[in-house]
């Protein structure tokens, strides 16, 4: 089975600009959940879908967004870009069997100059 | 809401040694989850091992162990015959067991280095 795959791995943007990262989850894996790291703050729960519905969103200004389709790809758009939204954004995917484990993709190093 | 802490920023352990990471968690839940996540240069994030927190047999993977003390809120993973490959960064989480919702709580992680 393939990974979690993010694309693009690295991606530079200005300030004020949008962006928008994929992620692509484990095939047959509905839950999609999206994490920021940064050095200062640590791993933060941005949004998690399930089924194409967003379940669950942490505590991120409304310029954070996201969405999943059909087939469980998930997209996260940030705009307005801040300096301060530089970090590597985490997506994660799970099957919900009872006892899940989230598998994580490689990330997307966003860097907002 | 649920926080999850990870007092040692930094730590170190000699090749085939055994290191213990140590990990709380202030949660007023009783069923959860508590997992350690290894997060090599890579960036890639590992799980390693999981924990039921309604299951009193502490998990064991090869070499990774646990502690889990419910009572104390405490959750430590023992590494046993350190390898190289075993040097990065160290996250605990913690994850409420509800119908929904996948949230992980992470602490601020721990960077273990393997040394020769």
């Known amino acids: 089975k393939a990974g979690v795959t993010q694309t693009p791995r690295y991606l530079i943007k200005t300030r004020g600009q949008q962006v928008t990262l994929s992620c692509s989850p484990i095939?047959?894996?509905?839950?999609v959940s999206w994490y920021q790291q940064t050095p200062g703050q640590g791993l933060q729960f941005l949004f998690e879908?399930?089924?194409?519905?967003?379940?669950n969103k942490g505590n991120f200004p409304g310029r954070f967004s996201g969405r999943q389709f059909s087939n469980s790809r998930s997209e996260m758009n940030v705009s307005t870009l801040e300096l301060g939204d530089s970090a590597l954004y985490l997506c994660?995917?799970?099957?919900?069997?009872?006892?899940?484990?989230?598998?994580f993709g490689q990330g997307t190093r966003l860097t907002v100059v | 809401a649920q926080t999850v802490t990870q007092s040692q920023p930094e730590m170190s352990v000699q090749e085939a040694e055994t290191v213990t990471l140590s990990c709380t968690y202030d949660?007023?839940?009783?069923?959860?989850?508590l997992f350690w996540y290894k997060q090599p240069p890579s960036r890639q994030m590992i799980l390693v091992i999981r924990?039921?927190?309604?299951?009193?047999q502490n998990a064991t993977e090869n070499r990774f162990s646990v502690n889990f003390q419910k009572a104390a809120k405490s959750f430590s993973l023992k590494i046993s015959d350190s390898q190289l490959g075993d040097t990065a960064m160290y996250f605990c989480?913690?994850?409420?067991?509800?119908?929904?919702?996948?949230?992980?709580?992470f602490g601020k992680g721990t960077k273990l280095t393997v040394n020769p």
């Open positions: 994660a995917s799970s099957d919900r069997g009872g006892f899940t484990e989230a598998f």
């Open positions: 095939s047959g894996h509905r839950s």
């Open positions: 879908y399930f089924s194409e519905t967003q379940r």
């Open positions: 949660t007023s839940e009783s069923n959860y989850y």
């Open positions: 924990q039921e927190a309604y299951k009193q």
């Open positions: 989480a913690f994850m409420k067991h509800q119908g929904g919702s996948e949230k992980l709580v």
